[in-house]
């Protein structure tokens, strides 16, 4: 699917599923987020961090359930989302990476994309979405706030993915959507 969102920037395109060629974007979107990264997960970004969007699944979710997202200011990548359908439940989704690049942040790119894909979530059936925030990230936490989840105590961490040593505990964001 594709979202065409308005924003102070223009007109952003969301776009569902990467494509081969989307690699080079992602990596010099990666970099350009090492901010991020650092915060997050105590190193900066590698190649391999791209590699491990296809790859890494909470426990009990499958492949198929995986969806990764662009965010597109023409035909630069500014933003990435990583989501997994039907977890932690069946009429939910899990969003474990929402990344807007430096240069689009701050100015509503954010609030407005996922707003539009809330409302996707809503009308497919799903009931919850939950979320990753960092302690060492606030702005994250301070994002999903304003978008109305709840944001709980420090969680385990969870599923196939092995976190990096001085990666900052995660807390589990959850909004439940209303019809």
Request: net charge negative; aromatic share 8%; with cysteine.
């Amino acid at each position: 699917m594709i979202w065409t969102v308005p924003t102070d920037f223009g007109p952003i395109v969301v776009r569902e599923q990467l494509e081969p060629d989307d690699e080079p974007g992602l990596l010099e979107l990666f970099a350009a987020c090492d901010d991020w990264f650092e915060a997050v997960n105590g190193t900066p970004s590698g190649p391999g961090d791209v590699q491990s969007l296809f790859y890494a699944l909470p426990e009990g979710a499958s492949f198929e359930d995986k969806r990764l997202f662009t965010i597109r200011d023409g035909d630069k990548i500014v933003g990435l989302i990583d989501a997994v359908l039907g977890f932690p439940h069946r009429t939910a989704a899990a969003v474990g990476l929402f990344l807007i690049a430096p240069s689009h942040r701050r100015r509503g790119l954010g609030v407005a994309v996922a707003k539009v894909l809330l409302a996707e979530a809503r009308e497919t059936g799903l009931d919850t979405v939950t979320a990753s925030a960092h302690d060492s990230w606030p702005q994250g936490q301070e994002f999903l706030r304003a978008l109305g989840f709840a944001v709980g105590p420090p969680a385990e961490p969870s599923g196939n993915r092995a976190g990096a040593p001085g990666e900052a505990p995660a807390r589990r964001a959850t909004l439940i959507l209303q019809s």
